[in-house]
């Protein structure tokens, strides 16, 4: 089955506990992207990436970082995570970025920081 | 002013009935219009795509009007499984998506 696969679904961490959060597809999908949602803001970019070892800043990269080393993942990583990282957080990919093409979602991360 | 605004509703309606959302935008040079789906706590599915004549999908609508910057969805013959979170999502550039806070629907017997 065609999927976007984040793992956790659910984590409670404590500040400065590093963490990462895992994405990956089946699809040989080119295009992988990391979304955070929060109430009334709407899902804003973190981090993109266009293919294998290319990423790039999304608009509220600040805490984050990321990596593409195979084509397949793009995991999320928080050095030192902070309250205001609390949020629940999307993995998407798509087959050649974003002109007219349909963005798949992983099933979401709800993080929270104590 | 937000790049893609909504209404956050919620819209109440009964079954059976037609609803239309609107969705305006700030930036004229946008390229792209979406429609995706969100249930509560789970990921955004892409609905339909809005093109400029206008698109049809079974008992959903989509016009766009680029004069006035604005998206529509209208649903006719509301069903309880539509009940959700209606995203208005706009491409600005080959690698930026700009998502709506959403619309909420809720269709009740």
């Known amino acids: 089955e065609a999927q976007v696969t984040q793992n956790p679904r659910y984590l409670i961490t404590v500040t400065g506990k590093k963490l990462t959060v895992t994405c990956s597809q089946n699809?040989?999908?080119?295009?992988m992207s990391w979304y955070r949602q929060d109430p009334g803001l709407g899902l804003r970019q973190i981090y993109y990436s266009m293919n294998v070892e290319v990423t790039d800043k999304g608009d509220v990269p600040e805490g984050y970082k990321v990596s593409r080393k195979e084509k397949r993942n793009f995991p999320l990583i928080l050095e030192s995570p902070s309250p205001n990282q609390t949020s629940l957080y999307f993995c998407?990919?798509?087959?050649?970025?974003?002109?007219?093409?349909?963005?798949?979602f992983g099933s979401g991360t709800q993080l929270s920081v104590l | 002013r937000k790049e893609v605004e909504q209404d956050p509703g919620p819209f109440n309606v009964p079954e059976g009935a037609t609803v239309a959302f609107n969705c305006t935008y700030s930036?004229?040079?946008?390229?792209?219009f979406f429609w995706y789906r969100q249930d509560c706590r789970k990921e955004p599915k892409l609905l339909m795509s809005?093109?400029?004549s206008g698109n049809e999908d079974g008992r959903f609508t989509a016009q766009l009007n680029r004069a006035s910057q604005y998206i529509s969805l209208l649903i006719r013959d509301s069903k309880l499984s539509d009940s959700a979170t209606y995203l208005c999502v706009v491409r600005v550039n080959t690698d930026k998506l700009i998502f709506g806070t959403g619309t909420r629907l809720q269709v009740f017997p």
């Open positions: 809005v093109y400029s």
């Open positions: 998407a990919s798509s087959l050649r970025g974003l002109k007219n093409e349909k963005l798949f």
């Open positions: 930036n004229s040079a946008s390229q792209s």
């Open positions: 699809m040989n999908h080119e295009y």
